[in-house]
């Protein structure tokens, strides 16, 4: 069984930083294709960052230029380095892997003014 356990989420100033941590336990060939999103309160979910199996990576738009998705492939894990975080970055931050189609139980990202 493949499970997914986030860490790093945290109450910040705007302005601040935080790196979100996604452990992968299980299966090693669900550490390929994985990817970050977010959903604030009352909205729906969207798609923050992803990394390929070939490490390529992308970016939603809100967040280009500030955050950065890697990977440690030994260590199983996913991270999500977030600068110059904003209010409107305030969300639950789930990881997922396409490869295996599972989601983590989410980690509380908190931004204040």
């Known amino acids: 069984q493949v499970q997914l356990v986030e860490s790093g989420g945290g109450s910040v100033q705007a302005g601040g930083s935080l790196r979100l941590s996604c452990v992968v336990y299980?299966?090693?060939?669900?550490?390929?294709?994985m990817s970050w999103y977010r959903q604030a309160p009352g909205k729906e979910r969207e798609f923050v960052s992803g990394?390929?199996?070939?490490?390529?990576?992308t970016y939603g738009g809100p967040v280009k230029g500030r955050f950065t998705i890697s990977q440690d492939i030994i260590k199983n894990t996913l991270y999500l380095q977030m600068n110059r975080l904003k209010p409107e970055d305030t969300a639950m931050y789930y990881c997922?892997?396409?490869?295996?189609?599972?989601w983590g139980q989410g980690t509380l990202v908190t931004v204040s003014s």
């Open positions: 990394i390929d199996s070939d490490g390529r990576t």
């Open positions: 997922q892997t396409e490869s295996c189609d599972v």
């Open positions: 299980g299966y090693d060939y669900c550490n390929y294709d």
